[in-house]
């Protein structure tokens, strides 16, 4: 079993940046792939960005490249994502998610997730 919280949503203007953070809980999350996942009203889950189990292979959709960074901390249990010029569209709750993998590999399938957390709200004023 793996928890996740997330954390660092809040309210920003257009142009400015956040870092969210995921923390899990158990001592094997090293053998997850990691991801965030964003849904905004009236839309369906998309995805962001995933890393792999070491840190080493990297997705981002393209709406994320080059604005956003995802990495991890191992030794901390934690994943991040940092969001920098970020606009009203980028509105939404941001989850983050866990994927069981055998190897450094990492999904943008929603649906290869194992655990997810309960989100966190980011809203970007214009």
């Known amino acids: 079993q793996v928890q996740l919280v997330e954390s660092g949503g809040g309210v920003v203007q257009a142009g400015g940046s956040l870092r969210l953070s995921c923390a899990a809980s158990?001592?094997?999350?090293?053998?997850?792939?990691m991801g965030w996942f964003r849904q905004a009203p009236g839309k369906e889950r998309e995805f962001v960005s995933a890393i792999s189990r070491s840190g080493g292979n990297i997705l981002h959709e393209e709406f994320a490249k080059g604005r956003f960074t995802i990495s991890r901390d191992n030794a901390k249990n934690i994943v991040y994502l940092q969001m920098n010029s970020l606009k009203p569209e980028d509105t939404a709750v941001y989850y983050c998610?866990?994927?069981?993998?055998?190897?450094?590999?990492?999904?943008?399938?929603?649906?290869?997730?194992?655990?997810w957390g309960q989100g966190t709200q980011v809203t970007v004023s214009s």
């Open positions: 158990g001592r094997t999350f090293s053998t997850y792939a």
């Open positions: 998610a866990a994927d069981r993998t055998w190897d450094d590999g990492y999904s943008r399938r929603a649906g290869s997730y194992d655990y």
